[in-house]
């Protein structure tokens, strides 16, 4: 029996009573805090379901969890019609949208601005009122993106002549896909439909991804894990701010870009539309996000959550071991910065499968990489990486793939475990936009939220009952 | 209105290299701004600009020349002097209170582990939850290799028994459940003394044993003082800690002394502790509060918690070891029992002990009843002298206030002195009570000022006529700072002894008008 301790510097973890760590604050000792609280709020039947679920099998499905998390290799290798790619969109009139499943009564204001502006896109109504009364006389159908390896930021609005980004994960073989971003303002993601928004859509199809698609054939397929580690580097945490990944996108792809045979007024116009647009790769991203998700979907007894997503309306999770099986709760309203002229009551329940990549690490959970974005609403460098660390509480693993330089080169916090969220109370974060309630508007800020604990909860205690 | 403004004091002050970022120091002088009296203030960095928009704000000083762009100035107008100068040392507290705030080890965590993950090189971990949770946050710090210090009680036996043996077969230090008490490396942990490094090295398995007998050693200092919780000594548990604390004592070379304190455990651990002290060969002190222990090879024993500390200070000076009745010399106690009893009425012959620390409560039973005068207690000596701590005193009686009826739901007397001043008036409003006794324990995690809170207490006891003798446990270092609580204590009229033993002599001679000199040889 021999111990080190006597001839090291002593340094505390204080587990309980404040009034001993500012004692040993008060001798100058090296002391952290732990703000111990019961686990799971000290509700017994979530303790009793917990201790059930801190199994070895839960231990060992998880572990193939993460695995499947960290060797996913997504890669950028196609730009495709939504409807040669995506099954559903080849029959009468379906679209896609964010979230959970939803029928058109509940749909918030800016998705049924989205299928108005999709329906008007498509050619299936001439205006608002008659897109309106496709949807409502139910024959429009409704899908969502995710129950068809989609994501879309926003409103998620995705129809059959689109154009989607293929993206495919090589160490698992399956293929992901996402819209292209519009940019800001007033745009379909946010339920805007107007002139406006028509001609820009009826660019990206005729111009921009034609042109990125041949610039693409060019190039090669895109390595993202590669482009999205080092814009982490560059101050982006690749959901609200972009900026570093954009423009890493354009210069693999604008040298090609100009080799293509378009014409110097469309390859300039792309150009400017992508170096103008801070979002451009977000939604790059959030196909590469689904593609590892859906790697990790399925395994039994994993409590890996496997998608966080919003329509509008209701927020939804879901969670690796009960694979397609939503759990929802109430959409909450983020903690929005607003752009002028724009106050509380303008603000829609948070919106879009964006938080894919808080799901992955990303977003809010990158926080430490991107200060600029907690600045946004009211936080300092210290609170961007307090939500990090926060994260990291409810994470399995720290993702050396993808260090944060000032969080000391630690990996992000990746694999969401659903029984730390019980266990701590602790919802994960999401950074997101936020989008005007009423349809046909569009933006109105950034804002900042927790997920809503009831719908982990409701997963939670559904998932301990197949163990 | 203009002359309103220049007539109103101003002061400054530059924190020269000193840089910090804007929005601290807008929220610094948002805090000045709302400080009593305040009616403007400036907190900037003192680049050229900045001192521009302070001479527009009237909050321009001559001292402002000397700022340079990586120097603060703090400039705060007030409605007079006193509140001007209270407004700007305020504003200096500030820029240090957030500055420390900004040190990554303020950061908190929301679970056990996340903190270890985050501060690798932590090496104990003390935790204080509800007892239901203490295992398994203390199974956690040991399955990562890190030492325990569990003050949260009420852990199973066998959680216990299973932390232990975990910690034994790791090199891992686990102490308690139910250690209040622990300093390490001269850090003091819990209910616990700042006291000087030294040479003795400490165990016990008794919160204010450790805390009298290491605050008595504050001379020479200590080397570390290791609690084992109070069930260590159980026939279940067998000692572990306690073993495994000798031995780590043995083999550190700053320890040359042991001390080892507590109650008395069964035969069988007595033994086994014993010759696992024979075995470490340093010199080593045991006080069995009561249990007799004979000078034996390197084994030294030691009637009190005084008598352990004094002896074992004196190994350390090379001088012959004995034991201490008194410190003052007999004339001066005879003395000062005279002037105690000239004030006592005949009725008035028992003693009351109210005590916050249970192992001193017994230490001054078993003083008792060594001058043949047995002890009433809550928690006494033989069952025959229970008595419950609510009723009545009888005779002599003692009352440990630290038991689980008082601190259900209200801090240890240790901090909350509601129970022991509504005691003390109790007591003193009985007329066979000549003498109330009380021990008073400073140190981290006690009450900032036991003199203040118990003032209003003593003040009617001594009207009522009785005699109030006290032990003073703490050290100059301590957060109270022993001899201003002495003084406090004298003033109120307290008779103050160095230890709890001699404070308990004293008592039982007042109380026997010197009846019990014939017991204290």
Request: proline share 4%; charged share 25%; aromatic share 6%.
């Amino acid at each position: 029996m021999t111990t080190k301790l006597f001839k090291q510097d002593i340094k505390v973890i204080n587990v309980g009573l404040a009034s001993f760590y500012e004692d040993l604050k008060y001798q100058r000792a090296r002391v952290t805090k732990v703000d111990w609280r019961p686990p799971a709020g000290g509700n017994l039947k979530l303790v009793q379901l917990l201790s059930k679920a801190e199994s070895e099998e839960v231990a060992n499905a998880n572990k193939i969890a993460v695995r499947k998390i960290v060797t996913s290799s997504p890669k950028l290798i196609d730009i495709k019609k939504a409807r040669d790619v995506i099954g559903v969109l080849r029959g009468n009139m379906t679209l896609l949208h964010s979230g959970p499943p939803i029928e058109w009564e509940r749909m918030s204001g800016p998705t049924k601005g989205g299928v108005i502006g999709a329906a008007i896109f498509e050619g299936w109504a001439s205006d608002a009122g008659q897109a309106e009364e496709l949807a409502k006389s139910g024959q429009i159908r409704f899908e969502t993106c995710h129950d068809n390896s989609a994501v879309g930021p926003m409103a998620g609005i995705i129809s059959p002549s689109m154009s989607v980004y293929v993206v495919k994960n090589e160490e698992n073989g399956n293929i992901a896909f996402s819209n292209l971003n519009e940019g800001v303002g007033r745009v379909l993601r946010y339920g805007a439909y107007d002139e406006e928004v028509q001609t820009r859509l009826k660019f990206m199809e005729d111009v921009l991804a034609p042109l990125l698609k041949a610039a693409l054939i060019i190039t090669g397929p895109l390595d993202l894990k590669n482009i999205m580690a080092q814009s982490l580097q560059m101050g982006d945490e690749l959901h609200t701010r972009n900026v570093a990944s954009s423009l890493l996108l354009l210069k693999e792809l604008g040298p090609s870009m100009v080799n293509t045979d378009f014409s110097k007024s469309d390859i300039s116009s792309s150009i400017n539309f992508i170096v103008k647009n801070q979002l451009f790769f977000l939604n790059i991203a959030m196909a590469a996000g689904k593609s590892i998700m859906d790697a990790a979907s399925g395994i039994r007894a994993s409590s890996v959550i496997t998608a966080l997503t919003r329509n509008g309306t209701d927020f939804g999770v879901r969670v690796s071991a009960l694979k397609d099986k939503w759990f929802t709760a109430p959409a909450p309203i983020p903690k929005t910065l607003f752009f002028p002229g724009y106050k509380e009551e303008d603000a829609n329940p948070d919106i879009g499968d964006s938080a894919i990549m808080e799901t992955n690490g990303f977003g809010a959970f990158a926080s430490a990489a991107s200060p600029a974005v907690v600045q946004v609403v009211g936080g300092d460098v210290k609170e961007a990486l307090r939500n990090t660390i926060k994260m990291s509480e409810i994470c399995l693993i720290k993702d050396k793939s993808f260090p944060i330089p000032q969080n000391n080169f630690e990996g992000i916090p990746r694999a969401i475990d659903l029984r730390r969220i019980i266990e701590t109370g602790t919802a994960p974060i999401i950074n997101t936009g936020v989008a005007n309630k009423k349809p046909g508007m569009g933006t109105v800020g950034f804002g900042i939220l927790d997920a809503p604990m009831g719908a982990f909860i409701r997963a939670f205690e559904e998932y301990a009952s197949t163990l | 209105m203009d002359n309103y403004i220049y007539d109103m004091p101003k002061k400054s002050f530059i924190s020269k290299g000193d840089y910090r970022d804007s929005v601290f120091l807008m929220r610094v002088n948002q805090e000045c701004q709302k400080l009593d009296g305040v009616k403007a203030c400036a907190v900037m960095m003192g680049t050229d600009a900045n001192k521009d928009i302070a001479k527009d704000a009237w909050l321009y000083t001559d001292e402002l020349a000397n700022a340079g762009p990586n120097d603060i100035f703090i400039v705060i107008d007030a409605i007079d002097e006193a509140k001007c100068e209270a407004a700007l040392a305020k504003a200096k507290d500030l820029l240090n209170e957030v500055d420390r705030g900004e040190t990554a080890e303020e950061m908190s965590y929301r679970t056990l582990r996340t903190a270890i993950e985050n501060e690798p090189d932590s090496n104990l971990v003390l935790i204080s939850t509800p007892g239901e949770y203490a295992f398994t946050e203390a199974l956690t710090a040991l399955n990562n290799d890190k030492n325990v210090m569990i003050f949260s009680s009420d852990v199973p036996i066998d959680d216990e028994l299973k932390l232990k043996q975990l910690g034994s077969k790791k090199g891992l230090l686990v102490m308690g459940p139910d250690c209040g008490t622990a300093i390490i490396n001269g850090i003091g942990l819990g209910f616990s003394n700042i006291v000087k490094r030294g040479p003795i090295g400490i165990v016990g398995a008794a919160g204010t044993g450790i805390q009298e007998v290491t605050s008595l050693l504050d001379d020479v200092g200590i080397s570390q003082a290791i609690g084992t919780g109070s069930h260590d000594l159980s026939e279940k548990i067998g000692g572990i800690t306690m073993i495994d604390g000798i031995r780590m004592l043995g083999e550190d070379q700053e320890t040359k002394v042991l001390v080892v304190i507590s109650k008395p455990p069964s035969p069988a651990v007595t033994g086994k502790i014993l010759e696992y002290l024979r075995k470490v060969g340093k010199p080593a002190v045991v006080n069995f509060i009561g249990g007799n222990v004979n000078d034996e090879g390197n084994i030294i024993g030691a009637l009190t918690l005084e008598d352990a500390a004094k002896k074992a200070l004196a190994i350390v000076t090379g001088a012959q070891p004995s034991a201490t009745i008194f410190s003052k010399p007999r004339e001066e106690l005879e003395a000062l029992i005279t002037q105690e009893t000239k004030r006592l009425s005949d009725k008035q012959k028992y003693v009351r002990g109210l005590f916050s620390g249970g192992t001193l409560c017994a230490e001054a039973q078993m003083l008792f009843r060594n001058m043949n005068r047995p002890v009433r207690s809550n928690v006494p000596l033989e069952k025959g002298l229970l008595i419950q701590a609510s009723a009545r005193g009888i005779g002599d009686t003692f009352i440990d206030m630290g038991t689980e009826e008082f601190v259900r739901g209200i801090p240890h007397p240790m901090i909350d002195f509601r129970f022991r001043n509504e005691r003390i008036i109790r007591e003193s409003q009985e007329d066979d009570v000549a003498v109330i006794l009380l021990d008073i324990v400073l140190g981290l995690g006690a009450n900032i000022n036991p003199a203040g809170e118990l003032a209003d207490a003593v003040a009617k006891a001594r009207v009522n006529g009785k005699s109030v003798i006290a032990s003073v446990c703490g050290t100059e270092r301590d957060p109270q700072s022993l001899h201003l609580q002495v003084s406090a204590l004298e003033k109120l009229g307290v008779i103050i002894l160095p230890s709890n033993a001699q404070a308990a002599r004293l008592a039982a001679l007042v109380a026997s008008r010197g009846g019990v000199w014939g017991y204290l040889k």
